[in-house]
Nanobody
């Protein structure tokens, strides 16, 4: 069973920065995708991810957030700069192996003055 250990999150003022980190352990299968998602009313939506070396970002974070993944070490970091109140939410780390989809427990990010 794969476990995802999330670090980071917290309260920050608009314009500030936060860094989220996630490490996956216990995987016996190759991980081809890691990323961060944010909980919305109905779903978890992609914030940023790397799949087989290709990065993908939601439009609202392009130019502000940077995702970095080490698929050999099974780690994914999300550097979030120039944070806005609309970035507030619970962020979840995700890792995928063929046929498997793993999620972290979630970490709260609050952007408020």
């Amino acid at each position: 069973q794969v476990q995802l250990d999330e670090r980071g999150g917290g309260l920050v003022q608009p314009g500030g920065s936060l860094r989220l980190s996630c490490a996956a352990s216990g995987s016996t299968r190759p991980i081809y995708h890691m990323g961060w998602y944010v909980q919305t009313r109905n779903d978890r939506e992609l914030v940023a991810s790397v799949t087989d070396g290709t990065s993908n970002y939601r439009d609202s974070v392009k130019g502000r957030f940077t995702v970095s993944v080490d698929l050999l070490k099974h780690t994914v970091d999300l550097q979030m700069n120039n944070l806005k109140p609309e970035d507030t939410g619970v962020y979840y780390c995700n890792a995928r192996s063929p046929g498997y989809d793993f999620w972290g427990q979630g970490t709260q990010v609050t952007v408020s003055s």
